[in-house]
C-alpha cells in the first residue's frame, strides 16, 4: 500500500499476500484489505502465489478493483493463491522481490500467514534499505525510486487452522476448522453408538494441540491427545481402565481424539494406530480409526471467521496508513484478544511461539501451554476440570452440604445444553449435590425439580434446544411458591442459563430477597439467547449458531441467483428489538444494506439505499443482499422494504424476499457455542462455590449483598461477574436491549466494505485514545504531498 502523510492520503499503493497455507477466512481478509484500502483513496495490488509471485513478479502483481473481491466471502481457502517458496529465502530471492516491489511503488505489505511466513516478511522489511541500495549499484532501479521508496512497512495477519501463534486468541481458519471436526464427530458419535464402537480420531495439529482439545471439549470426548499436555507414564493402563468402566456403565460409545503431534512425556509419538491396537489387545472393543486429513482445510468458512478476517483486514490498513506517517515504524500484527482486535508487535509474538517449541523439546510442558497464552491456557484448565470426572467413579468425589439448582429460562438457545452439562459435572467435583429444574421458573414453583448426576447430561453438549425445558415465564407472581421449592429441596444456590427472561427473573429474586430468606444465596446467570440482547455481556450462547444459519441461508440464497438477470434479495432476521443478528449477519454475508431498530431510518434513506445498489447493479455485481431486523420500524416492515425495491429497481434489478423465522434458534451448536457455553457454565459454577463457602455462616447460607446475585459476561477482553442490580440502569426494559452495545461500532465497517460513503471510528480497535475519522479522498500526486 503505498505513501501517506499527515494531510492526506496519496497514491496508496499495495498489495495483500497469501502464503505457504490455505485456509478458510482468507478471503474475508482478503476483501477487507481491498476496499477498505481503495475507500481511503489507495490503489491496491494483489499478489498471487505469495513470495513466489513477489519473486518472479510480471503478471502475478496486479492492481485490485471493488468488483474483484466481490461474492469472495463464502469462498473457502484462498483465491489469489498460495504458495511455498524457496527462492525467498536466499538473498538474491529477496533482491528480485524488491525490485518488483519497487516497479510498482509498492511499500506497504499485508502478510496474510504463519509464523514463518511473518518472520520472512519481517527480515525483508529489515533488508530493504540495502536490497535498495544493491539494486541501484546494479542500475536495476534510479536514485528517485529509491528515494521515493525508502520504507517498507508490514502488517501481518494470522492465518493458521492450528491456532498456535502466540498473542492471539483466535488466528484466521481455526473457527471454520473446527467446524469441519464436530461435523465428523457429530457424525461418528450416531454410527458408533449404533454399534457399540470406539472411534480415534486424529486431527490436524502437528505442534498445536488446540484443535483437538477444543473439538474434544466440544463433543465431550472420553480422551484427547495433545502435545503440549502429554499424558503420565502409566497413561495406557487408566485410559483402558475408564473406557472398561464406561463400557460397564452401559456407555455405548468412546470418542478419543488425538492431535497429529501428539507425544508421551518422553517426546514419544502417540499414533492413532498405536491406540487402536492397545484398545483392541487389551479391551477387545470393535474400534475404528478416522483421520480428518486435509477435509479440515476445506468447505465454506464460518460466520466467526469471515467477520474476524473482516475485522482484522481493516485494522491492517489502519496500521498501515498510521505507519506510513513515520519512519521505521517496527511491523505489527493484528491479533484477537477477547472482543477486541489489537495490534501487537509482530517478533515479539514469534519469538513467544516458537518458545513454545523450545519448552516442548525441553520437556518444560507447563511453560509451554502458559506461553501459548491466556485463551489457551483456560481451555485446558476447563479440559483437566471436566476430564478429572470423566476417569474417575463418582464415589471419588468429594461432598459438600450445599444444594445448588440449574435452570434454563426464555427461548431456547443452541449452546444451552452444554453449559448444563459443563456446570452439572463442575459441580460435582466441587463436591456439590446439583438439582435440574425443568421449564423454568414455571417448573420451579410446579415442584418439577430433581437431581441430576453425572451421567443424565451425557452426549449433551451437541444436542440443539434445551433439553432441561425453557420457558418465557417470570418468577414475580409465583415467589412464594418459589421460596417454598427452594426450602423443601434446600437449595443453596441458583444458575439460571437464558436470555432476557432470565436477567429479569434474576432482578426479581434479587429484590425479593428482603422478603425471603431463600433467595439470599448465591445466584448467577449465563446469558444464553440467539439475539444477544442482554446488558453486561458482548455475546451470549447460541447467537453463534444462529448467526451461522444466516450466513449458510444468505450463501445458499445468493447462489440460487447465479447466472440469472440482476437480482436482490430482502431477508428478515430475529433479535426482537436487537439488531446484532442483522448487523453481524449482514457483516459475514456481505450485505449491502441492513436495517434496526438502534439505527432510526426514513423514506429518504430507503430511496439513497436503492439508488445504490441501482448504481452497483450496473457494474459487474449481478447480486444484491439487504437484511432487515424483524421489528427495526412498525411501518417499513419487509413487504414495504420489499415492493419499495421492487418499484424502484423496475428495469434494473428485480426483486425475493425471504423471512428466516425459527431455523435461526435451531439446529446443533457451533463448535463456539458448545465451548462458549462449557466454559462460562464452569467458571459460573466456580464463583458459586467460592461463595458459598464465603456465606456460609452458622451451618447456613446466607447473604444479600448485590455482589451475589450476578450475570456472568464477556466484556471486552475478559469474563466478568456484575450485579444484576447495577446492570438495571444499562438496559431499556421497554425494547429489552442494553442501552450501549459494542457491535454498534461494526455498522461503519459493514457500510464501508459495501461502498457507502460513511466515517469509520477506530476507537474500538484499541490503539488509539481519541477517535480519529477516515473518509474516502481523491488519490493524491507527489506534489501535492
Given at each position: ?18 502464503i ?6 482468507m ?13 481511503v ?5 494483489f ?48 533482491l ?11 511499500t ?26 544493491e539494486l541501484?549499484e ?11 521508496n ?26 471454520s476448522a ?19 464402537r ?46 472398561s ?12 481424539i ?42 465454506t ?6 467477520i ?93 452440604s ?7 429460562v ?24 446439583m ?6 421458573f ?7 425439580i ?22 418465557r ?21 441458583l444458575?439460571?442459563i437464558?436470555?432476557f427472561?432470565?436477567y ?7 429484590t ?26 458482548d ?22 441467483a447465479?447466472?440469472?438477470?440482476r ?99 435451531g ?16 467458571k ?6 467460592k ?11 446466607f ?83
Amino acid at each position: 500500500f503505498g505513501t501517506f502523510t499527515k494531510q492526506s492520503v496519496t497514491c496508496f499503493q499495495g498489495e495483500s499476500i497469501k502464503i505457504l497455507v490455505s485456509v478458510n477466512g482468507m478471503n474475508a481478509a482478503v476483501r477487507a484489505v481491498v476496499r477498505m484500502g481503495i475507500y481511503v483513496g489507495a490503489k491496491v495490488y494483489f499478489i498471487h502465489e505469495g513470495y513466489q509471485g513477489m519473486v518472479d513478479g510480471g503478471d502475478n502483481i496486479i492492481e485490485a478493483t471493488w468488483e474483484s473481491v466481490s461474492s469472495m466471502l463464502q469462498v473457502g481457502g484462498t483465491v489469489i493463491g498460495s504458495a511455498r517458496c524457496k527462492e525467498f529465502r536466499t538473498h538474491e530471492g529477496r533482491l528480485k522481490a524488491a525490485l518488483n516491489l519497487v516497479k510498482h511503488s509498492i511499500t506497504n505489505l499485508c502478510v496474510i500467514g504463519g509464523d514463518g511466513s511473518l518472520t520472512g516478511a519481517n527480515l525483508f522489511r529489515e533488508e530493504w534499505s540495502g536490497l535498495l541500495n544493491e539494486l541501484v549499484e546494479q542500475g536495476l532501479v534510479s536514485e528517485e525510486e529509491v528515494r521515493s521508496n525508502s520504507e517498507l512497512h508490514i502488517v501481518g495477519m494470522v492465518g493458521s487452522i492450528d491456532n498456535d501463534f502466540c498473542g492471539t486468541d483466535m488466528t484466521i481458519g481455526t473457527d471454520s476448522a473446527l467446524h469441519r471436526i464436530i461435523e465428523v464427530v457429530d457424525a461418528i458419535m450416531t454410527t458408533a453408538q449404533s454399534h457399540q464402537r470406539t472411534f480415534v480420531l486424529e486431527v490436524m495439529g502437528r505442534h498445536c494441540g488446540y484443535l483437538a482439545m477444543v473439538s474434544a471439549l466440544a463433543c465431550g470426548a472420553d480422551w484427547v491427545f495433545i502435545p503440549e499436555m502429554p499424558p503420565e507414564d502409566d497413561w495406557e493402563d487408566v485410559m483402558c481402565q475408564k473406557l472398561s468402566e464406561n463400557r460397564a456403565e452401559r456407555k455405548r460409545l468412546n470418542i478419543i481424539i488425538v492431535a497429529e503431534g501428539a507425544i508421551d512425556c518422553h517426546n514419544k509419538p502417540i499414533t492413532c494406530d498405536y491406540i487402536k491396537d492397545l484398545v483392541v489387545r487389551r479391551l477387545g472393543f470393535d474400534t475404528r480409526v478416522t483421520i480428518l486429513g486435509h477435509v479440515q482445510r476445506g468447505g465454506t468458512p464460518s460466520a466467526f471467521d469471515r467477520i474476524l478476517a473482516s475485522r482484522m483486514g481493516v485494522e491492517a490498513v489502519l496500521a498501515l496508513l498510521e505507519a506510513s506517517d513515520s519512519d521505521n515504524t517496527p511491523a505489527c500484527v493484528v491479533s484477537l484478544v477477547g472482543n477486541q482486535a489489537v495490534r501487537l508487535p509482530l517478533m515479539e509474538c514469534v519469538q513467544m511461539t516458537q518458545e513454545v517449541q523450545k519448552a516442548m523439546d525441553e520437556k518444560k510442558f507447563e511453560d509451554a501451554v502458559r506461553l501459548r497464552g491466556r485463551y489457551f491456557t483456560q481451555v485446558s484448565v476447563y479440559v483437566d476440570k471436566l476430564a478429572s470426572v470423566i476417569y474417575v467413579t463418582t464415589d471419588f468425589h468429594p461432598q459438600s452440604s450445599f444444594n445448588v439448582a440449574v435452570l434454563n429460562v426464555g427461548a431456547p438457545a443452541a449452546g444451552m445444553n452444554g453449559a448444563v452439562r459443563s456446570a452439572v459435572r463442575v459441580g460435582i467435583t466441587e463436591g456439590h449435590k446439583m438439582f435440574a429444574v425443568n421449564d423454568g421458573f414455571e417448573g420451579f414453583y410446579k415442584g418439577q425439580i430433581k437431581e441430576i448426576k453425572w451421567g443424565d447430561v451425557g452426549g449433551w453438549t451437541g444436542q440443539g434446544g434445551s433439553l432441561l425445558g425453557t420457558k418465557r415465564t417470570l418468577p414475580g407472581a409465583h415467589l412464594d411458591k418459589i421460596a417454598e421449592q427452594m426450602r423443601i429441596y434446600n437449595i443453596n444456590a441458583l444458575l439460571v442459563i437464558g436470555g432476557f427472561e432470565a436477567y429479569v427473573g434474576l432482578l426479581e429474586l434479587s429484590t425479593a430477597r428482603d422478603k425471603y430468606n431463600e433467595f439470599c444465596v448465591p445466584m448467577v446467570m449465563v446469558p444464553a439467547t440467539v439475539s444477544n440482547n442482554i446488558p453486561g455481556s458482548d455475546l451470549s450462547i447460541g447467537s453463534d449458531t444462529a448467526l451461522n444459519a444466516i450466513t449458510d441461508t444468505c450463501d445458499r440464497i445468493k447462489q440460487s441467483a447465479s447466472g440469472t438477470k440482476r437480482r436482490v434479495f430482502i431477508i428478515e432476521t430475529m433479535g426482537g428489538y436487537c439488531g446484532y443478528l442483522a448487523t453481524v449477519g449482514g457483516l459475514a454475508a456481505g450485505a449491502d444494506t441492513v436495517y434496526i431498530y438502534e439505527e432510526p431510518f426514513d423514506i429518504r434513506d430507503l430511496q439513497a439505499n436503492v439508488e445504490h445498489l441501482t448504481q452497483k447493479m450496473k457494474t459487474s455485481i449481478q447480486r444484491g443482499l439487504v437484511l432487515r431486523n424483524e421489528n427495526c420500524n412498525e411501518n417499513f416492515n419487509t413487504d414495504f422494504i420489499y415492493q419499495l425495491y421492487s418499484e424502484e429497481g423496475q428495469g434494473v434489478f428485480d426483486c425475493r424476499k425471504n423471512i428466516l423465522g425459527h431455523m435461526q434458534q435451531g439446529g446443533a451448536p457451533s463448535p463456539f457455542d458448545r465451548n462458549f457455553g462449557t466454559k462460562v457454565a464452569a467458571k459460573a459454577i466456580q464463583w458459586v462455590t467460592k461463595t458459598l463457602k464465603e456465606s456460609f455462616k452458622g451451618g447456613r447460607v446466607f447473604t444479600n449483598s448485590p455482589d451475589t446475585a450476578c450475570l456472568l459476561g464477556m466484556r471486552r477482553r475478559a469474563m466478568v461477574f456484575q450485579p444484576v442490580s447495577q446492570l438495571r440502569d444499562e438496559t431499556d426494559f421497554v425494547h429489552r436491549i442494553p442501552k450501549e452495545q459494542w457491535w454498534l461500532k461494526l455498522r461503519p465497517l459493514m457500510k464501508i466494505l459495501a461502498k457507502y460513503k460513511t466515517s469509520y471510528d477506530v476507537s474500538d480497535s484499541g490503539q488509539l485514545e481519541h477517535v480519529t475519522q477516515i473518509r474516502p479522498r481523491e488519490t493524491k500526486t507527489s506534489a501535492d504531498i
